[in-house]
């Protein structure tokens, strides 16, 4: 399959970003590699500056060089999780960086590579994982969880208001034999349902849980507050954080990261005075969330949901 993505803001986030001469940025989530080309086309002298990007995805970082050709004397590209990225950066002798920029989710060159089993349009394995390397996969979590977990993940991270009912519904349909493909899945999501919500006008009714999957084998939100904590803390004084996010949990989390890092106190509420003596480390530079121009949007529907925040390192 070649590798198709539409990055999502990409001006915008470059245009924050910016590009000092000499500078070393980090793009956590390289994918087709479309932040990093924008960000380089807007440096005055590409060859000065440094971008590592790192993915998890093989598919991913093979395509980010192709899409980097003009760039290679530039870029380091990573196979590695962003949460690790004061890991990378010790190993390649770096202190400081100049920005760091966030694409969070999938790719569409994942969603729609059959493959994958990231989706219930294609009957596939389930798979989700976006680091093939790693063990857990969709197909574990919905063979041998409890009925509990998967309820919890279904509400946690799929915010779906029938998780129980589904929960059980899966560790039924699994005594009969493991469930082994997207489609299987979907059937039974559907079958569990009501029948006046088993189809709905807005989206599948199985949307939800396959998000909860996929949030839950790749460790979505784990790797998300690590990564933002460590990778402002690796900031100098004047870079950039940029993140985009897709959905309300991400977008949560990149909130209260944010305002958190930004809070001159951290104290539980309710203290008379301040004993934690914590400094701000970031300044928030989108005091409300930015949302891509309806032409984008036009262009290219999955930017729809897309919100950036960005913040500043103190
Ligand atoms: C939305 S795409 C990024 C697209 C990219 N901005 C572009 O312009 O082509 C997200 C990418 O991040 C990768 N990814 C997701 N979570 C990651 C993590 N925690 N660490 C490293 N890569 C991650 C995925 O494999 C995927 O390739």
Not at 3 to 28: K, N, Q, T, W
Not at 148 to 159: K, M, N, P, Q, S
Not at 201 to 211: D, E, M, S, W, Y
């Amino acid at each position: 399959v070649e590798f198709s993505h539409l990055p999502v803001m990409a001006r915008e986030v470059a245009g924050y970003i910016g590009c000092r001469p000499g500078g070393v940025y980090v793009d956590g989530t390289v994918g087709g590699g479309g932040y990093a080309r924008e960000l380089l086309r807007g440096c005055a002298e590409p060859g000065d500056v440094r971008l590592i990007g790192m993915d998890v995805d093989a598919a991913a970082l093979k395509a980010a060089a192709l899409r980097l050709a003009d760039f290679t004397e530039s870029i380091t590209l990573v196979r590695r999780n962003f949460r690790e990225i004061r890991d990378v950066l010790d190993e390649l002798g770096i202190e400081s960086i100049d920005g760091l920029m966030l694409d969070l989710g999938v790719s569409s060159h994942q969603i729609d590579d059959p493959e994958r089993g990231f989706s219930f349009r294609f009957d596939a394995r389930l798979d989700m994982r976006m680091d093939r390397r790693l063990r857990l996969s969709a197909s574990e979590i919905v063979n041998r969880w409890d009925a509990a977990r998967l309820e919890e993940i279904f509400r946690d991270y799929g915010e779906e208001r029938r998780a129980r009912r589904i929960a059980v519904a899966i560790v039924e349909a699994r005594k009969r034999g493991p469930i082994e493909t997207t489609r299987e899945l979907a059937d039974i999501i559907i079958g569990a349902l009501p029948p006046h919500a088993r189809s709905s006008r807005t989206i599948h009714p199985a949307t939800r849980v396959f998000q909860a999957l996929r949030i839950a084998v790749n460790d979505e939100l784990e790797s998300l507050r690590t990564g933002l904590a460590e990778g402002a803390a690796a900031l100098r004084p004047g870079a950039r954080l940029v993140a985009v996010s897709f959905h309300s949990l991400e977008d949560r989390i990149v909130k209260e990261t944010f305002r958190s890092l930004a809070a001159s106190c951290v104290c539980p509420p309710g203290l008379p005075v301040c004993v934690c003596e914590a400094r701000p480390v970031l300044r928030v530079l989108t005091r409300r969330v930015l949302r891509p121009a309806p032409e984008e949007v036009a262009e290219n529907p999955r930017a729809r949901s897309a919100k950036l925040r960005a913040a500043e390192r103190i």
